[in-house]
């Protein structure tokens, strides 16, 4: 009967035997990590020494060079190698991975850090992602940790990700909610009153009430609307367009700046303007100073808005006007809404730049809570003795 293979990275009995006076050879038999089974030797002046070497040679092959992940290492390493991967293949943003440089190192390394790979079951996962204060923190931790155990599993340190055992994150799902025509005379008198409220500092330009009208115009990111330059509109168009083709970032140490592509290749699209927002791009256009970045928005030093600053101002003018739940991104929902309503959800989809609608009818469109006039067809229940009355 053959003798079975040394399974991979194991080696068989070690022989050592003195090839000259004072010199020792150890010799094995290594099955290498390509499945091929190579000799391996080792000399030293002593039988022990010339077998320290053989083995010292055996550990050389068997240690993982360059990233490449190990079993023993601990948890802190591994998170450094899979994030130095993630930005070298560049497969998102900057932003996105300095978020989860952000998780690794508040969340997961104080907390598991220390621990070797082989020891992080399950279990010890589940703790650790159940232990954030929000659904959002435990389902980027989630994230982050299956992505770093996916490599782990890939370089054959771990045989199974134990992140994929962990239970599924629920979050209470919130219904979507959109901007009626009243709420929206009511938003857009706020505005006018922060516009005109006496206040310390130089008077608020027109900006606000502008990125608003935009928002509504065209179901927009906010970033999107605050990246747009004047050479992405055409006003001579029938109708008028605006192409929108990239975003605002804000990155510590790079500051903020224009992204050249929006979120997704669906997200790059032409979207005809109504005639409420080339009214205000025609005034803006002759009202404005020229910027350096021929933005349509730029703040009084002809710089790129913040998003951030955007939001912030936004929160302000809302304060105590019984619209806390309306964000930047409300109106975007309630252009989705209002499409769905008189065409369908597959032109709102386009619109806002989803690739399918699937997206849009989940988290964008209210829900329409009115069912169909039916009582006509419903009478034909009605009792004997009711229908002679109701025809008498």
Known sequence: MARPPLPIGTFGSITTREVRPGV???????????????????????????????????????????????????????????????RAEQRSEATTANEYQRIIENVINPAIGNIRLREATAGR????????????????????????????????????NPVSSTSRLRGQKKDVQALSVEDLNAVRSAVDSWMTKKRPGPKPNQDMPDIIDLLLATGCRIGEVLAIRWTDIDLSATPPTVSISGTIKTETGKGTYRKPKPKSDASKRTIALPPFAVDVLMRRRIEQRPNHYNAVFATRNGTWHQVGNIERRWRTIRADTGFDWVTPHTFRKTVATLIDRLVDSDTAARVLGHSSDAITKEFYIEKDRTTPDVTHILQSFAGKATTTKSDA
């Open 24 to 86: 020792y050879r150890a010799r094995t038999r290594f099955r290498d990590f390509d499945g091929v089974t190579r000799e391996i030797k080792g000399t030293g002046r002593s039988a022990a020494a010339a077998v320290r070497e053989l083995k010292t040679k055996i550990a050389d092959r068997s240690a993982p060079s360059g990233d490449l992940i190990g079993p023993d290492m601990r948890i802190s390493q591994v998170a450094d190698i899979w994030l130095s991967l993630y």
């Open 125 to 160: 996962l589940e703790r650790l992602i159940r232990s954030q204060d929000s659904h959002s923190r435990r389902k980027k931790t989630k994230t982050v940790l299956k992505m770093m155990f996916d490599a782990a599993v890939i370089d054959d340190a771990l045989p199974a």
